[in-house]
């Protein structure tokens, strides 16, 4: 069975430093991993995801998320928080194989805080 | 915005009330779905619907009724609902093929409350 886990349920950062927000998942045969963001009243905005290919995945606003498949982690991280990245973090995966399922599993969203 | 509108944006309903969502994607997609958003709880899956046929219907109570007239519209009617259900429902699509590799663009929810 396919399954998600994001273990902390908020984050807190300070502006200007580094954020990881952690994502280990768990699916027969390969991947496919996302990452959405939810700010307040709003529905889920995608980031990112890796298919295949390298490891390191850029998208939007700054956000990155390196895939490690021998720790089955897709951490996502940003180099440098602004306090507008202030929202509620998904992970999600996905088998690639479509005989597995198919269906998109979420995590239970990491809440981010980034202080002035 | 994503593309992808639903309304009403906030429903109050009492628990012998019939009500509709609606949600609606410009984006061209073939596959729609719902989604149930609860406080402190990961997003569950409630139906799928791929080319106007429904895919997948995730043990959902019969007191939540999907329709989908065509591949841009879908619909969640409801009646004699429990104020459990009370929650944010999201509409989402995206374009299916077999890698499932393509990510869903969700709309902005609507805000359930049942009394």
């Known amino acids: 069975a396919q399954s998600v886990a994001q273990p902390e349920d908020q984050v807190n950062v300070a502006e200007g430093n580094p954020l990881t927000v952690k994502c280990t998942y768990s699916v027969s045969g390969n991947p496919y991993l996302f990452w959405y963001v939810q700010y307040p009243n709003r529905g889920l905005q995608f980031l990112l995801k890796y298919i295949t290919g390298d490891n390191l995945v850029k998208g939007s606003y700054g956000f990155e998320a390196e895939f490690n498949k021998s720790q089955t982690s897709f951490h996502l991280k940003k180099p440098s928080a602004l306090v507008s990245d202030s929202a509620l973090y998904f992970c999600?995966?996905?088998?690639?194989?479509?005989?597995?399922?198919?269906?998109?599993?979420f995590g239970q969203g990491t809440e981010l805080s980034v202080k002035p | 915005e994503t593309g992808v509108t639903q309304t009403p944006r906030h429903l109050v309903m009492g628990m012998t009330n019939k009500k509709s969502l609606k949600c609606e994607q410009h984006?061209?997609?073939?596959?729609m779905y719902w989604y149930k958003q609860s406080a402190k709880k990961p997003l569950e899956l409630m139906f799928v619907?791929?080319?106007?046929?429904?895919?997948e219907n995730n043990s959902v109570p019969s007191r939540f009724s999907p329709e989908c007239p065509n591949s841009s519209h879908l619909f969640l009617h409801l009646h004699t609902l429990q104020p459990e259900d009370s929650a944010l429902y999201l509409c989402?699509?995206?374009?299916?093929?077999?890698?499932?590799?393509?990510?869903?663009?969700f709309g902005p929810g609507t805000r359930l409350t049942v009394l």
């Open positions: 619907y791929n080319f106007k046929e429904q895919t």
């Open positions: 984006l061209g997609h073939n596959a």
């Open positions: 989402a699509s995206s374009q299916e093929r077999t890698s499932g590799s393509n990510e869903q663009f």
């Open positions: 999600a995966v996905r088998a690639a194989s479509y005989n597995q399922g198919g269906k998109l599993i």
